[in-house]
T-cell receptor, first 113, second 115 residues
Framework: GDSVTQMEGPVTLSEEAFLTINCTYT??????LFWYVQYPGEGLQLLLK?????DKGSNKGFEATYRKETTSFHLEKGSVQVSDSAVYFC????????????FGTGTLLAVQP | DAGVIQSPRHEVTEMGQEVTLRCKPI?????LFWYRQTMMRGLELLIY????????DSGMPEDRFSAKMPNASFSTLKIQPSEPRDSAVYFC?????????????FGNGTRLTVT
């Protein structure tokens, strides 16, 4: 079945460091891909998305490129801040008649000042 | 826009008791989702509704769980009887439609503890 695999955390970085969180997926078709972020005590929020191969999603300095050849959607940011500390979830769905998201297990990012 | 509203934020109950979790989706959204989050299993989709109709309940763990959406502005998730393994954070989410261009908007969750 379809699934999303993320790198295990926690990822601990110093402020202004470069961030990469790996995400790969297994899908029978051509899904859309998403990154959601969850701050402590809150629900998930959409961070960025890409709907087809080679698309790049970006928001708040974060970027991810839909790589069909490697079935990946790695999240990157050039310079992290303490306020970026959160859990990041990679997800996929097929849209169409359904909006059923399949999530990865989440990666905790802790940024130290 | 008040966002998706869930209540209660925290619920502590004893094994065997009935638990009801509530959700008010964003006005105008016609899809609603219930997710469960645990350390062991991550985020699991329990059930989702489209236009108040349950579309897929294959994620509901067992008959002790039931969900209803009597109207477009309210949904409940009920556990009866509750068990300690039901302890988790339960999220409700809504979206304005189907398809990948309709991102999910999550509530802040209900943290359920069953002792």
């Amino acid at each position: 079945g379809d699934s999303v695999t993320q790198m295990e955390g926690p990822v601990t970085l110093s402020e202004e460091a470069f961030l990469t969180i790996n995400c790969t997926y297994t899908a029978t078709g051509y899904p859309s891909l998403f990154w959601y972020v969850q701050y402590p005590g809150e629900g998930l929020q959409l961070l960025l998305k890409a709907t087809k191969a080679d698309d790049k999603g970006s928001n708040k300095g974060f970027e991810a490129t839909y790589r069909k050849e490697t079935t990946s959607f790695h999240l990157e940011k050039g310079s992290v801040q303490v306020s970026d500390s959160a859990v990041y979830f990679c997800a996929l769905n097929y849209g169409g008649a359904t909006n059923k998201l399949i999530f990865g297990t989440g990666t905790l990012l802790a940024v130290q000042p | 826009d008040a966002g998706v509203i869930q209540s209660p934020r925290h619920e502590v109950t004893e094994m065997g008791q009935e638990v009801t979790l509530r959700c008010k989706p964003i006005s105008g959204h016609n899809s609603l989702f219930w997710y469960r989050q645990t350390m062991m299993r991550g985020l699991e989709l329990l059930i989702y509704f489209n236009n108040n109709v349950p579309i897929d309940d294959s994620g509901m763990p067992e008959d002790r769980f039931s969900a209803k959406m009597p109207n477009a502005s309210f949904s409940t998730l009920k556990i009866q009887p509750s068990e300690p393994r039901d302890s988790a954070v339960y999220f409700c989410a809504s979206s304005p439609g189907t398809g990948y261009n309709s991102p999910l908007h999550f509530g802040n969750g209900t943290r359920l503890t069953v002792t």
